[in-house]
Structure formats: structure tokens, C-alpha cells
């Protein structure tokens, strides 16, 4: 299951979720308010062969 980023627009802190992929927005854990926002968050992958380095913050080349 991924990983789902939320913020609360009511007490503006930020959770994470487990969730399955398409599921609802989330209420927040800490003041129960459903004003809730899912953010976007960066993903990081790795590959061999292609020349990406896993880690150097580019892909291919030099």
C-alpha cells in the first residue's frame, strides 16, 4: 500500500496515511477534522543498466 502525504487545514499539521490506492481523503488524526488536503510528495526510484545512479539526484549522462 502506498504512502498518502495529508495536511490539516484546521490545525496545519501535516500526517501520513497508508492508504489504498484511490481511497478517500482522510480525517486528521489529532483534531478529527475532515478539512484535510493530500499533498504532493517527491517519489524516489532506482534502476540498473540504464546510467541512473540511484542516489545521485540526476539520470544519465554525466
Do not use: I
Not at 22 to 30: E, F, N
Not at 47 to 59: I, L, M, P, V
Amino acid at each position: 500500500m502506498p504512502t498518502y502525504e495529508y495536511a490539516c487545514m484546521d490545525c496545519k499539521r501535516q500526517f501520513e496515511l497508508w492508504q489504498k490506492m484511490g481511497a478517500v481523503a482522510a480525517d486528521c488524526p489529532w483534531c478529527s477534522s475532515s478539512n484535510t488536503t493530500k499533498l504532493m510528495s517527491l517519489c524516489s526510484s532506482s534502476s540498473r543498466g540504464d546510467g541512473a545512479s540511484a542516489g545521485s539526484g540526476h539520470f544519465g549522462g554525466t
